[in-house]
Nanobody, 122 residues
Framework: QVQLAESGGGLVQAGGSLSLSCAVS????????MGWYRQAPGKQRELVAD???????NYADSVKGRLTISRDNTKNTVYLQMNSLKPGDTAVYYC????????????????WGQGTQVAVSS
């Protein structure tokens, strides 16, 4: 019914930049909040940033000032601009979206993308 597809990951040197995008496709009524999470090997998945439908943002303390989340509601896409990357940013990055689905089975549900790998070398 709803799919999220991330893109833009890759390998970058410390201090470099990457831009991630996540497009929501399928059939749905509306998208509420959208967010980016990341998970490094051996660690729990953690929130990187999220953004409400109205554009309000929240960031993890570790990425404030370096990463910027944004969204384009006309394209059903959320972005993560990553600057001044550090080796500690290395992880698989997942986007998610809080979605009101369309019947059959209309409900409010959080969907996840499959992840995109970000690797930052020292």
């Amino acid at each position: 019914q709803v799919q999220l597809a991330e893109s833009g990951g890759g390998l970058v040197q410390a201090g470099g930049s990457l831009s991630l995008s996540c497009a929501v496709s399928g059939r749905f009524f509306s998208i509420n909040a959208m967010g980016w999470y990341r998970q490094a090997p051996g660690k729990q998945r953690e929130l990187v940033a999220d953004i409400s439908s109205g554009g309000s943002t929240n960031y993890a303390d570790s990425v404030k000032g370096r990463l910027t989340i944004s969204r384009d509601n006309t394209k059903n896409t959320v972005y993560l601009q990553m600057n001044s990357l550090k080796p500690g940013d290395t992880a698989v990055y997942y986007c998610n979206a809080d979605v009101w689905t369309i019947p059959p089975g209309r409900t409010r549900r959080v969907y996840w993308g499959q992840g995109t790998q970000v690797a930052v070398s020292s």
